[in-house]
Protein backbone atom coordinates (compact mmCIF):
# COMPACT_ATOMS: atom_id res chain seq x y z
CA UNK A 1 0.00 0.00 0.00
CA UNK A 2 3.27 2.65 0.96
CA UNK A 3 4.59 1.71 -1.98
CA UNK A 4 0.89 2.41 -4.00
CA UNK A 5 0.94 5.82 -2.49
CA UNK A 6 4.11 6.50 -3.32
CA UNK A 7 3.20 6.76 -7.54
CA UNK A 8 0.89 9.50 -7.14
CA UNK A 9 3.04 11.67 -4.78
CA UNK A 10 5.89 11.03 -7.19
CA UNK A 11 4.15 12.32 -10.60
CA UNK A 12 2.75 15.25 -7.98
CA UNK A 13 6.19 16.09 -7.45
CA UNK A 14 7.60 15.72 -10.92
CA UNK A 15 4.72 17.45 -12.44
CA UNK A 16 4.47 20.66 -10.73
CA UNK A 17 7.89 21.20 -9.36
CA UNK A 18 10.98 19.56 -11.32
CA UNK A 19 9.50 19.69 -14.88
CA UNK A 20 12.17 22.23 -15.82
CA UNK A 21 14.96 21.90 -13.78
CA UNK A 22 18.65 23.55 -14.89
CA UNK A 23 21.54 22.27 -13.87
CA UNK A 24 23.04 25.26 -12.42
CA UNK A 25 19.76 25.11 -10.08
CA UNK A 26 20.16 21.99 -8.77
CA UNK A 27 23.65 21.96 -8.32
CA UNK A 28 22.88 25.48 -6.09
CA UNK A 29 21.24 23.34 -3.47
CA UNK A 30 22.74 20.16 -3.88
CA UNK A 31 18.81 18.18 -4.85
CA UNK A 32 16.49 18.94 -7.68
CA UNK A 33 13.70 19.80 -5.25
CA UNK A 34 15.27 22.93 -3.49
CA UNK A 35 14.60 26.95 -3.69
CA UNK A 36 14.50 28.49 -6.81
CA UNK A 37 14.99 25.21 -9.02
CA UNK A 38 12.17 26.27 -11.45
CA UNK A 39 13.64 28.36 -14.09
CA UNK A 40 9.94 29.37 -15.65
CA UNK A 41 9.34 31.49 -12.77
CA UNK A 42 13.34 32.30 -12.07
CA UNK A 43 12.97 33.95 -16.22
CA UNK A 44 9.74 35.60 -15.18
CA UNK A 45 7.83 32.92 -17.04
CA UNK A 46 4.75 31.65 -15.05
CA UNK A 47 2.69 28.28 -16.66
CA UNK A 48 -1.07 28.94 -16.82
CA UNK A 49 -2.02 25.57 -16.98
CA UNK A 50 -0.66 22.33 -17.71
CA UNK A 51 -1.57 19.22 -19.71
CA UNK A 52 -0.84 15.59 -19.39
CA UNK A 53 -1.16 14.07 -22.54
CA UNK A 54 -0.97 10.08 -22.50
CA UNK A 55 -1.30 8.35 -25.83
CA UNK A 56 -1.88 5.01 -25.16
CA UNK A 57 -0.81 1.41 -27.81
CA UNK A 58 -2.13 -1.62 -28.21
CA UNK A 59 0.95 -2.89 -26.79
CA UNK A 60 0.16 -1.29 -23.08
CA UNK A 61 2.99 0.99 -23.45
CA UNK A 62 2.43 5.10 -23.52
CA UNK A 63 3.70 7.89 -25.24
CA UNK A 64 3.68 10.77 -22.34
CA UNK A 65 3.98 14.34 -22.92
CA UNK A 66 3.70 17.12 -20.22
CA UNK A 67 3.10 20.58 -21.43
CA UNK A 68 3.59 23.45 -19.89
CA UNK A 69 1.53 26.62 -21.41
CA UNK A 70 1.90 30.34 -20.78
CA UNK A 71 -0.05 33.41 -22.29
CA UNK A 72 2.30 35.38 -23.83
CA UNK A 73 0.21 38.44 -23.44
CA UNK A 74 3.07 40.83 -21.91
CA UNK A 75 6.02 42.52 -23.25
CA UNK A 76 8.52 41.07 -20.20
CA UNK A 77 6.77 37.82 -20.61
CA UNK A 78 7.06 37.19 -24.07
CA UNK A 79 11.33 38.45 -23.91
CA UNK A 80 10.95 35.68 -21.00
CA UNK A 81 10.13 32.94 -22.67
CA UNK A 82 12.24 33.48 -25.92
CA UNK A 83 15.36 33.69 -23.71
CA UNK A 84 14.14 29.91 -22.06
CA UNK A 85 13.24 28.60 -25.56
CA UNK A 86 16.25 29.82 -27.03
CA UNK A 87 18.47 27.93 -23.93
CA UNK A 88 16.44 24.57 -24.31
CA UNK A 89 16.83 24.58 -27.89
CA UNK A 90 21.00 24.95 -27.25
CA UNK A 91 21.25 22.36 -24.27
CA UNK A 92 18.12 20.41 -23.55
CA UNK A 93 20.33 17.70 -21.89
CA UNK A 94 20.62 20.27 -19.01
CA UNK A 95 17.29 20.45 -19.03
CA UNK A 96 16.42 16.36 -19.56
CA UNK A 97 18.74 15.17 -16.58
CA UNK A 98 16.60 16.20 -13.48
CA UNK A 99 13.10 15.01 -15.25
CA UNK A 100 14.60 11.80 -16.09
CA UNK A 101 15.96 10.66 -12.80
CA UNK A 102 12.66 11.38 -11.70
CA UNK A 103 10.43 9.74 -13.95
CA UNK A 104 12.64 6.63 -13.49
CA UNK A 105 12.00 6.59 -9.80
CA UNK A 106 8.16 7.26 -10.77
CA UNK A 107 8.04 4.36 -12.96
CA UNK A 108 10.02 2.14 -10.27
CA UNK A 109 7.38 2.75 -8.24
CA UNK A 110 4.21 2.09 -10.34
CA UNK A 111 6.53 -1.09 -11.34
CA UNK A 112 6.32 -2.25 -7.86
CA UNK A 113 2.79 -1.04 -7.37
CA UNK A 114 1.65 -3.29 -10.34
CA UNK A 115 4.26 -6.38 -10.33
CA UNK A 116 4.82 -5.35 -14.17
CA UNK A 117 7.81 -4.69 -15.23
CA UNK A 118 8.57 -1.26 -16.53
CA UNK A 119 11.10 1.75 -17.84
CA UNK A 120 11.01 5.11 -19.09
CA UNK A 121 12.98 5.50 -22.15
CA UNK A 122 13.41 8.24 -24.96
CA UNK A 123 12.35 11.33 -22.92
CA UNK A 124 13.02 14.74 -24.62
CA UNK A 125 12.24 18.45 -23.76
CA UNK A 126 10.83 21.17 -26.31
CA UNK A 127 9.95 24.66 -26.14
CA UNK A 128 8.00 26.74 -28.90
CA UNK A 129 5.49 29.91 -29.20
CA UNK A 130 1.89 29.02 -30.87
CA UNK A 131 -0.27 31.35 -31.95
CA UNK A 132 -4.18 29.92 -31.76
CA UNK A 133 -4.70 33.27 -32.40
CA UNK A 134 -3.50 34.21 -29.08
CA UNK A 135 0.18 33.55 -28.17
CA UNK A 136 1.49 31.15 -25.80
CA UNK A 137 4.68 29.59 -24.72
CA UNK A 138 4.64 25.54 -24.17
CA UNK A 139 7.02 23.60 -22.56
CA UNK A 140 6.98 20.25 -23.02
CA UNK A 141 8.48 17.06 -21.97
CA UNK A 142 8.06 14.13 -23.26
CA UNK A 143 8.99 10.27 -22.71
CA UNK A 144 7.87 6.84 -23.47
CA UNK A 145 6.60 4.80 -20.72
CA UNK A 146 6.41 0.53 -21.67
CA UNK A 147 3.88 -1.80 -19.99
CA UNK A 148 2.36 1.55 -18.63
CA UNK A 149 -0.99 -0.55 -19.17
CA UNK A 150 -2.32 -3.90 -19.16
CA UNK A 151 -2.89 -6.26 -21.54
CA UNK A 152 -5.70 -8.48 -21.00
CA UNK A 153 -6.61 -9.94 -24.83
CA UNK A 154 -8.24 -7.50 -26.65
CA UNK A 155 -8.57 -5.38 -23.63
CA UNK A 156 -6.24 -2.16 -22.49
CA UNK A 157 -6.84 -1.66 -19.10
CA UNK A 158 -5.39 2.22 -17.92
CA UNK A 159 -4.94 3.39 -14.82
CA UNK A 160 -3.20 1.25 -11.97
CA UNK A 161 0.00 2.61 -12.94
CA UNK A 162 -1.33 6.01 -11.72
CA UNK A 163 -3.84 5.50 -8.77
CA UNK A 164 -5.21 8.29 -7.35
CA UNK A 165 -3.10 10.88 -9.99
CA UNK A 166 -3.43 14.17 -8.26
CA UNK A 167 -4.76 17.15 -10.87
CA UNK A 168 -4.88 20.45 -10.08
CA UNK A 169 -7.07 23.59 -10.69
CA UNK A 170 -5.22 24.39 -13.72
CA UNK A 171 -4.09 20.89 -14.89
CA UNK A 172 -5.89 18.60 -16.95
CA UNK A 173 -5.44 14.45 -18.16
CA UNK A 174 -6.19 13.74 -21.94
CA UNK A 175 -6.05 9.86 -22.24
CA UNK A 176 -6.17 8.25 -25.40
CA UNK A 177 -6.20 4.86 -27.62
CA UNK A 178 -5.98 3.24 -30.69
CA UNK A 179 -8.79 3.61 -32.69
CA UNK A 180 -10.04 -0.05 -33.43
CA UNK A 181 -10.79 -0.23 -29.50
CA UNK A 182 -14.16 1.08 -27.69
CA UNK A 183 -14.54 1.86 -24.49
CA UNK A 184 -15.97 -1.11 -22.09
CA UNK A 185 -15.57 1.24 -18.91
CA UNK A 186 -14.55 5.18 -17.89
CA UNK A 187 -14.22 5.66 -14.49
CA UNK A 188 -14.66 8.52 -13.06
CA UNK A 189 -16.78 9.87 -16.09
CA UNK A 190 -14.90 11.73 -18.33
CA UNK A 191 -15.29 15.79 -17.80
CA UNK A 192 -15.00 15.28 -21.98
CA UNK A 193 -15.40 12.39 -24.32
CA UNK A 194 -13.83 12.78 -27.54
CA UNK A 195 -12.96 9.68 -30.37
CA UNK A 196 -10.67 7.31 -28.67
CA UNK A 197 -9.99 10.07 -26.18
CA UNK A 198 -11.07 11.06 -22.91
CA UNK A 199 -10.08 13.92 -21.06
CA UNK A 200 -10.56 14.82 -16.91
CA UNK A 201 -9.98 18.33 -15.59
CA UNK A 202 -8.77 18.61 -12.07
CA UNK A 203 -11.29 22.04 -11.74
CA UNK A 204 -14.04 19.61 -12.43
CA UNK A 205 -12.67 15.81 -10.93
CA UNK A 206 -10.54 14.15 -8.05
CA UNK A 207 -9.42 10.66 -8.63
CA UNK A 208 -10.07 8.68 -5.57
CA UNK A 209 -8.93 5.06 -4.92
CA UNK A 210 -9.26 2.49 -7.78
CA UNK A 211 -9.05 6.20 -10.43
CA UNK A 212 -8.48 6.93 -13.50
CA UNK A 213 -9.73 3.48 -14.37
CA UNK A 214 -10.00 2.83 -18.81
CA UNK A 215 -10.94 -0.14 -19.85
CA UNK A 216 -11.47 -0.34 -23.70
CA UNK A 217 -11.75 -3.44 -26.23
CA UNK A 218 -11.28 -4.29 -29.75
CA UNK A 219 -14.02 -3.86 -31.37
CA UNK A 220 -16.27 -2.50 -28.58
CA UNK A 221 -19.03 0.43 -29.19
CA UNK A 222 -18.01 2.89 -26.94
CA UNK A 223 -15.17 4.36 -28.87
CA UNK A 224 -16.41 8.14 -28.28
CA UNK A 225 -17.77 11.27 -29.64
CA UNK A 226 -18.31 11.31 -34.01
CA UNK A 227 -15.81 14.41 -33.58
CA UNK A 228 -12.74 13.03 -35.58
CA UNK A 229 -9.44 13.33 -33.21
CA UNK A 230 -6.72 15.49 -34.88
CA UNK A 231 -3.33 16.26 -33.48
CA UNK A 232 -4.73 19.65 -32.12
CA UNK A 233 -7.99 17.86 -30.19
CA UNK A 234 -4.81 15.54 -28.41
CA UNK A 235 -3.91 18.01 -26.77
CA UNK A 236 -1.25 19.67 -28.49
CA UNK A 237 -2.75 23.09 -28.84
CA UNK A 238 -6.29 24.60 -27.32
CA UNK A 239 -8.91 23.39 -30.31
CA UNK A 240 -12.69 24.62 -30.12
CA UNK A 241 -13.49 21.15 -28.48
CA UNK A 242 -10.68 21.64 -25.81
CA UNK A 243 -11.64 25.28 -25.13
CA UNK A 244 -14.59 25.76 -21.98
CA UNK A 245 -15.13 28.80 -22.96
CA UNK A 246 -17.96 28.74 -25.85
CA UNK A 247 -19.73 26.47 -23.36
CA UNK A 248 -19.24 28.59 -20.53
CA UNK A 249 -20.14 32.10 -22.60
CA UNK A 250 -23.38 30.86 -23.74
CA UNK A 251 -24.49 29.40 -20.44
CA UNK A 252 -23.24 32.64 -19.12
CA UNK A 253 -25.50 35.00 -21.84
CA UNK A 254 -28.38 32.43 -21.06
CA UNK A 255 -27.98 33.14 -17.40
CA UNK A 256 -28.25 36.89 -18.63
CA UNK A 257 -31.57 36.62 -20.13
CA UNK A 258 -32.92 34.76 -17.72
CA UNK A 259 -32.51 36.97 -14.62
CA UNK A 260 -33.38 40.05 -17.35
CA UNK A 261 -37.03 38.43 -17.98
CA UNK A 262 -37.72 37.51 -14.53
CA UNK A 263 -36.80 40.99 -13.63
CA UNK A 264 -39.00 42.70 -16.28
CA UNK A 265 -42.04 40.75 -15.04
CA UNK A 266 -41.53 41.86 -11.69
CA UNK A 267 -40.77 45.44 -12.44
CA UNK A 268 -44.50 45.18 -15.15
CA UNK A 269 -45.93 43.70 -12.14
CA UNK A 270 -44.95 46.26 -9.52
CA UNK A 271 -45.99 49.10 -12.28
CA UNK A 272 -49.35 47.74 -12.61
CA UNK A 273 -48.31 46.39 -16.38
CA UNK A 274 -49.70 43.25 -15.81
CA UNK A 275 -50.80 41.00 -12.78
CA UNK A 276 -52.09 38.15 -10.93
CA UNK A 277 -55.59 36.00 -13.01
CA UNK A 278 -57.50 37.82 -10.54
CA UNK A 279 -55.96 41.42 -11.32
CA UNK A 280 -55.39 41.87 -7.65
CA UNK A 281 -52.03 43.73 -6.26
CA UNK A 282 -51.07 44.47 -2.50
CA UNK A 283 -51.07 47.21 -0.82
CA UNK A 284 -48.37 47.83 2.52
CA UNK A 285 -50.18 47.85 5.31
CA UNK A 286 -48.93 51.23 7.53
CA UNK A 287 -49.51 49.10 10.75
CA UNK A 288 -47.72 46.27 10.13
CA UNK A 289 -45.63 46.56 7.21
CA UNK A 290 -47.14 43.77 6.13
CA UNK A 291 -48.22 42.99 2.14
CA UNK A 292 -52.46 42.73 2.05
CA UNK A 293 -54.01 41.82 -1.21
CA UNK A 294 -56.68 44.03 -2.86
CA UNK A 295 -58.55 44.28 -5.72
CA UNK A 296 -59.13 47.10 -7.38
CA UNK A 297 -63.33 46.85 -6.48
CA UNK A 298 -61.79 47.46 -3.44
CA UNK A 299 -60.26 50.22 -4.02
CA UNK A 300 -62.91 51.83 -5.89
CA UNK A 301 -66.00 50.71 -3.50
CA UNK A 302 -63.43 51.85 -0.66
CA UNK A 303 -64.08 48.50 0.99
CA UNK A 304 -61.52 48.07 4.08
CA UNK A 305 -59.30 45.00 3.97
CA UNK A 306 -59.16 42.93 7.02
CA UNK A 307 -55.07 43.07 8.25
CA UNK A 308 -53.42 40.01 9.65
CA UNK A 309 -52.08 40.58 12.84
CA UNK A 310 -48.15 40.78 13.35
CA UNK A 311 -48.37 37.38 15.07
CA UNK A 312 -50.77 35.41 12.86
CA UNK A 313 -48.79 36.84 9.94
CA UNK A 314 -45.08 36.04 11.12
CA UNK A 315 -46.54 32.22 12.16
CA UNK A 316 -48.05 31.57 9.34
CA UNK A 317 -45.20 32.73 7.44
CA UNK A 318 -42.66 30.70 9.26
CA UNK A 319 -44.96 27.15 9.10
CA UNK A 320 -45.87 27.76 5.73
CA UNK A 321 -42.21 28.15 4.64
CA UNK A 322 -40.87 25.06 7.25
CA UNK A 323 -43.53 22.37 5.64
CA UNK A 324 -42.90 23.37 2.04
CA UNK A 325 -38.85 22.61 2.91
CA UNK A 326 -40.08 19.34 4.41
CA UNK A 327 -42.33 18.25 2.11
CA UNK A 328 -39.76 18.90 -1.05
CA UNK A 329 -39.05 15.41 -2.27
CA UNK A 330 -35.40 14.41 -2.68
CA UNK A 331 -35.60 13.75 -5.93
CA UNK A 332 -36.58 17.41 -6.61
CA UNK A 333 -33.19 18.72 -4.52
CA UNK A 334 -30.13 19.66 -5.95
CA UNK A 335 -27.37 17.26 -5.05
CA UNK A 336 -25.86 20.18 -2.83
CA UNK A 337 -29.40 21.13 -0.91
CA UNK A 338 -29.69 16.77 -0.38
CA UNK A 339 -26.33 17.34 1.29
CA UNK A 340 -27.37 19.98 3.50
CA UNK A 341 -30.71 18.77 4.37
CA UNK A 342 -28.21 14.69 5.60
CA UNK A 343 -25.82 17.01 7.32
CA UNK A 344 -28.82 19.56 9.27
CA UNK A 345 -30.77 15.96 9.52
CA UNK A 346 -27.46 14.38 11.82
CA UNK A 347 -27.06 17.57 13.63
CA UNK A 348 -24.98 19.85 11.96
CA UNK A 349 -22.25 17.09 11.63
CA UNK A 350 -21.30 14.30 9.19
CA UNK A 351 -18.53 12.29 7.77
CA UNK A 352 -18.47 12.74 4.63
CA UNK A 353 -17.88 8.75 3.65
CA UNK A 354 -21.70 8.44 5.13
CA UNK A 355 -22.99 11.05 2.65
CA UNK A 356 -21.64 8.64 -0.11
CA UNK A 357 -23.66 5.72 1.81
CA UNK A 358 -26.55 7.57 2.77
CA UNK A 359 -27.35 9.16 -1.08
CA UNK A 360 -25.88 6.37 -2.75
CA UNK A 361 -23.05 8.34 -4.52
CA UNK A 362 -19.91 7.53 -5.61
CA UNK A 363 -16.49 8.81 -3.68
CA UNK A 364 -15.51 10.80 -6.77
CA UNK A 365 -19.32 12.68 -7.07
CA UNK A 366 -19.58 13.10 -3.27
CA UNK A 367 -15.68 14.91 -3.17
CA UNK A 368 -16.75 17.08 -6.31
CA UNK A 369 -20.06 18.11 -4.53
CA UNK A 370 -18.61 18.90 -1.45
CA UNK A 371 -15.57 20.39 -2.57
CA UNK A 372 -17.86 23.04 -4.41
CA UNK A 373 -19.90 23.74 -1.74
CA UNK A 374 -16.12 24.11 0.89
CA UNK A 375 -15.12 26.58 -1.93
CA UNK A 376 -18.32 28.57 -1.63
CA UNK A 377 -18.39 28.64 2.13
CA UNK A 378 -21.82 26.58 2.40
CA UNK A 379 -20.18 23.98 4.67
CA UNK A 380 -17.01 23.49 6.14
CA UNK A 381 -14.33 20.33 6.47
CA UNK A 382 -12.08 19.00 8.75
CA UNK A 383 -9.97 15.46 9.36
CA UNK A 384 -10.78 13.66 11.97
CA UNK A 385 -8.22 10.65 12.29
CA UNK A 386 -8.50 9.32 8.79
CA UNK A 387 -12.13 10.56 8.21
CA UNK A 388 -13.19 13.60 6.32
CA UNK A 389 -16.29 15.13 8.71
CA UNK A 390 -18.34 17.64 7.33
CA UNK A 391 -20.27 20.53 9.08
CA UNK A 392 -22.38 23.61 8.69
CA UNK A 393 -20.40 26.76 9.13
CA UNK A 394 -20.26 28.32 12.57
CA UNK A 395 -20.54 31.62 13.44
CA UNK A 396 -17.73 34.05 14.04
CA UNK A 397 -17.45 34.63 17.95
CA UNK A 398 -16.77 38.09 17.84
CA UNK A 399 -20.32 38.20 16.00
CA UNK A 400 -21.71 36.27 18.87
CA UNK A 401 -19.95 38.36 21.23
CA UNK A 402 -21.30 41.97 19.65
Do not use: H
Amino acid sequence: MATRDAVPALLCILLCVLAVVTPAAAAQDGSAAGPGVDPLVQQGVEPDSTRIVVDVESDGSARWEIQYWTRLDDENTTEAFQSLRDDVRANPDDYTSAFESRIADTVSAAENSTGREMAATNVSVSAESRSLPDSFGVVTYSFEWSNFAAVDGDRLVVGDAIEGFFLDSNSRLILSWPEEYGTVTVEPTADETRENTVIWRGSETEFVSGEPRVVVEVGAGGGGTAATATTDDAGDTPSSGDDPFPTTTALAVLAVLAVMLVGGVFYLRSRGVIGDEDDGYEVVSESTGSAVETTPEDVESGTEVAEPSPDEDTTETETDDDEAAEDVPPELLSNEERVLRLIESRGGRIKQQEVAGALDWTDAKTSKVVRGMRDEGVIEGFRLGRENVLRLPEEDDESEDV
